[in-house]
């Protein structure tokens, strides 16, 4: 007897669930996104692609001629030098006091080029850090798709654990009307409660998992998370490419491997830095502005014309303590550990490529046989349901139909987005996902 109240304050609790079941998966208040107005979203609001995007500015910033001292040096120097000679025979030239006012330009015109390889290599750590910035903002994209497909397949489970309830709800009433008339038996009103019961609970896990989902999608969006919103849930498949022009776009496109290859360039402009400390050094300086030498300690510089003063100076390091002899043997040991990487990186694409395109494609393939099984589903369920009213069929014959069904709803959904998201990753793997405009 109390297993049967408590079924019975179960069902009614049912009932008051049924009106919000009905409006499972829906969002009248607010139109669902689509996932290009999500992408374009996230990148004005992530704060993830806003750190990325300043990234790349300051890699930006650092490809400068000046930053590779290919720019002269301008400086506004003034100096008094004192000067005592106790030696001199002289005695008004025993003391002296240098007074200088200018404007100081220095130039280096050659110091074995490595100004040049500087700056060659700044563009090539500015490429890296535009590269660095693409792959972040890729990484972001997918987790969005991800986050995105994961509130739409939510939002199909929440709408498939709804109308199970309503389903069952409906079987509750039949058997409940069938006990009153003497056509059946307390045993299948029981069975109807707990099925009933059941669903109801999926139906609650399956709004805690939705509601899950679209605060996960909301912080990537940059959006407060309880805001409320739904997804557009159709999936429209783009033509892929074939393995071997998958595997060519991911080594000419591909940002990982980009990184790899851009890197091993920058090696060797280092190479070629340290190895320009092995040749000489000419400097020019030129100057404009006040001079005046004075005897005794006299500062100042009274009594002067501004006239221009040049120089140029040739230097030759004959020994540095091995310094750059070491600076050139590691950069040389560096090129060679990248151009290693480089050729790992290359293994690794072609094996994440192939590994991607062979799931993508049984995902396809996977997804066709579960649209082909729905429909066997869908329509055993309207037989058998025929069958249940007429009295011709058991519960358990109904609810297993029901199940089948259930299940089935629920399994491509998850297959659909599933076979989506593997498309993303090719598109990544491709160098497409950043299509022209969105960036």
Request: charged residues 20%; without cysteine.
């Amino acid at each position: 007897m109390n297993r049967l109240l408590h079924l019975i304050f179960l069902s009614s609790l049912l009932l008051t669930l049924l009106p919000f079941s009905a409006a499972a998966g829906k969002d009248s208040a607010v139109a669902p996104i689509s996932l290009e107005e999500a992408i374009l979203l996230a990148l004005e609001k992530n704060p993830d692609i806003k750190v990325a995007r300043n990234e790349e500015r300051i890699a930006r910033n650092n490809v400068h001629a000046g930053n590779a001292g290919l720019l002269p040096k301008i400086d506004l120097v003034s100096k008094a030098v004192y000067i005592e000679n106790p030696g001199s025979a002289t005695p008004a030239g025993a003391e002296s006091t240098t007074s200088t006012a200018q404007l100081q330009a220095t130039y280096t015109l050659f110091n074995g080029f490595g100004n040049i390889y500087t700056f060659r290599k700044l563009k090539s750590v500015g490429e890296i850090g535009t590269l660095q910035a693409r792959n972040a903002i890729e990484q972001i994209v997918i987790d969005v798709s991800k986050a995105f497909y994961d509130l739409a397949n939510a939002q199909e489970q929440l709408r498939v654990a709804g109308d199970a309830v309503e389903i069952s709800a409906e079987r509750l009433r039949r058997a409940k009307l069938r006990s009153e008339y003497g056509q059946a038996n307390t045993q299948e009103v029981l069975s109807s409660m707990v099925d009933a019961n059941n669903d109801s609970v999926g139906w609650l896990q399956a709004r805690l998992q939705k509601e899950n989902a679209e605060r996960a999608l909301n912080l990537l969006l940059g959006r407060p998370s309880a805001t409320a919103g739904a997804v557009v849930t159709d999936v429209t498949f783009l033509p892929v490419m074939e393995l071997d022009s998958l595997r060519a776009a991911a080594l000419n496109a591909g940002a990982e491997y980009l990184i790899a290859r851009t890197a091993v360039e920058q090696s060797r402009f280092e190479l070629l830095q340290a190895r320009s400390g092995f040749f000489p050094r000419i400097d020019l300086q030129g100057g404009y502005g006040l001079s005046r030498t004075a005897s005794g300690f006299d500062v100042g510089l009274n009594d002067t014309e501004p006239g221009l003063s040049a120089s140029l100076t040739l230097s030759y390091n004959l020994f540095d303590g091995f310094q750059t002899a070491i600076k050139t043997e590691n950069a040389r040991l560096a090129l060679l550990n990248r151009s290693i990487l480089l050729l790992k990186a290359s293994d690794i694409v072609e094996k994440k490529t192939a590994d991607t395109y062979h799931a993508y494609m049984n995902s396809r393939e996977i997804l066709r046989f579960k649209e082909s099984n729905i429909e066997s589903a869908e329509l055993n369920f309207r037989r058998t349901k025929e069958l249940y009213v007429l009295g011709q069929a058991t519960g358990t014959t109904f609810r297993e139909a029901q199940l089948n069904l259930v299940d089935a709803r629920k399994s491509i959904a998850s297959a659909r987005y599933e076979a989506k998201m593997l498309e993303l990753q090719l598109m990544r793997l491709a160098g497409t996902l950043l299509v022209n405009g969105v960036r």
